[in-house]
């Protein structure tokens, strides 16, 4: 199951924690979104893990060098990588964020692992043996009793639980959250950050996780293995057709 991969999303989880008890500085990269040391650090371990254990593979990291699609668009596999996922909860100090790590194989999320280290959950996805969730972590000796496979809850046909914001939504999620009410006798509202969205639908915590704003395929791969890998789907809004990667746009 890729021990090494998720050896290294642990690593850097513990490198980003000893950044996050300290008062660290934030800069913005072009596109105005937020960067730390701790995201440089985490890709710096996660990249030099994925070149020694597989050299064959390539990298497409946030914080590493953006490639063109002309230099990718051969790939048939490759590794994707979100160092920290959810930098603004990371500067917010809620501990709502996660390290990413996605092998994409022709197109599609083949294993994936999320690491929330402030939480210090683990959900590793692996096509062949399923997906799975180990609290407490860094507790090595008892990392086998407290890992479960997923999903941990079944779905309530009377009850429709969907990760969203409960501040502030898009006119397409409202739309959304109001059909779910014509099939529901109550639709719950939960809010989660990162890529714990996704994870929240892999355990059977949430049913659905409308995303209608723009995304980067970092932002997306591992947790859509968690979900797929569980059981669950992830799809185009309102195309039906599975999310797909290493596209040109």
Same mark, same amino acid.
């Given at each position: ?12 989880g ?19 979104s937020?960067?730390t ?12 893990a ?22 990718r668009?051969s790939w ?26 996605? &092998?994409?194989? %022709? #197109? ?6 999320? @690491? /929330? ?7 590793? +996805?692996?096509?062949e ?13 008892s ?13 309530n ?31 719950e ?10 994870? &929240?639908?892999? %355990? #059977? ?5 409308p995303? @209608? /704003?723009p ?6 791969? +591992? ?7 569980s ?5 185009i809004a309102n195309?039906k057709n ?8």
């Open positions: 199951m890729h021990q090494k991969v998720v050896e290294a999303a642990i690593k850097a513990k490198e980003i924690m000893e950044i996050y008890e300290t008062d660290f500085e934030v800069e913005y990269k072009e596109d105005e937020p960067l040391v701790a995201d440089k650090r985490s890709h710096i371990i996660i990249k030099t994925l070149q020694e254990n597989y050299p064959d593979i390539p990298i497409l990291s946030e914080e590493g060098s953006q490639l063109t699609y002309e230099e668009q048939k596999e490759f590794w994707l990588v979100d160092p920290i996922d959810g930098t603004k909860e990371f500067i917010k100090k809620n501990g709502e964020f996660t390290v990413n790590i996605a &092998l994409i194989r %022709e #197109g599609k999320p083949v294993f994936g692992v999320v @690491y /929330a280290p402030a939480l210090d959950h683990l959900y590793v +996805a692996d096509e043996k399923g997906a799975f969730k180990t609290t407490s972590v860094t507790e090595k000796e990392i086998a009793e407290n890992t479960i496979k997923l999903p941990l809850k079944d779905s046909d009377k009850i429709a639980k969907v990760v969203a914001s409960r501040s502030h939504m898009s006119k397409e999620t409202e739309a959304f959250i109001d059909e779910l009410k014509l099939k529901y006798q109550e639709v509202k939960i809010s989660a950050g990162s890529s714990l969205k996704l994870c &929240l639908v892999a %355990e #059977g915590e949430a049913d659905y996780y995303r @209608y /704003a995304t980067m395929e970092w932002d997306t791969g +591992a947790g859509q293995a968690i979900v797929e890998l059981g669950g789907r992830v799809e195309e599975p999310l797909t990667y290493n596209k040109e746009v």
